[in-house]
């Protein structure tokens, strides 16, 4: 069993920052998927950003050049840096891994950190 336990949200006025933490506790591979996704009111659960455990990132187009991912020292840790926050980046942020063991997909969710961006 794998359990994400996400961190950081809060509400910041645009063009602010903020940085989400995503501590994963279990049993994960060395092969793996940890990724970012978000979920606005009235809006479908989107993935923002992922990395993979061999380093490569991916971004929505939405994020790209603002958002960063990246992994902690400590083992099976991840980051979303946001700058230059605007409101439509306001959404309840998850942290999710992924990964396949002896051929059974497992897919795992944290329990979200609610991000506002006002004024």
């Known amino acids: 069993q794998v359990q994400l336990v996400e961190s950081g949200g809060g509400l910041v006025e645009p063009g602010g920052s903020l940085r989400l933490s995503c501590a994963a506790s279990g049993s994960i591979p060395r092969v793996y998927v940890m990724a970012w996704y978000r979920q606005a009111p009235g809006k479908q659960r989107e993935l923002v950003a992922q990395i993979t455990s061999g380093g490569t990132t991916t971004y929505a187009e939405s994020v790209k050049g603002r958002f960063t991912i990246s992994r902690g020292n400590a083992e099976n840790t991840v980051y979303l840096q946001m700058n230059s926050l605007n409101p439509d980046d306001t959404a309840v942020y998850y942290c999710?891994?992924?990964?396949?063991?002896?051929?059974?997909?497992?897919?795992?969710w944290g329990q979200g950190t609610q991000v506002t961006v006002s004024s």
């Open positions: 999710n891994v992924k990964f396949v063991l002896v051929t059974i997909p497992y897919d795992y």
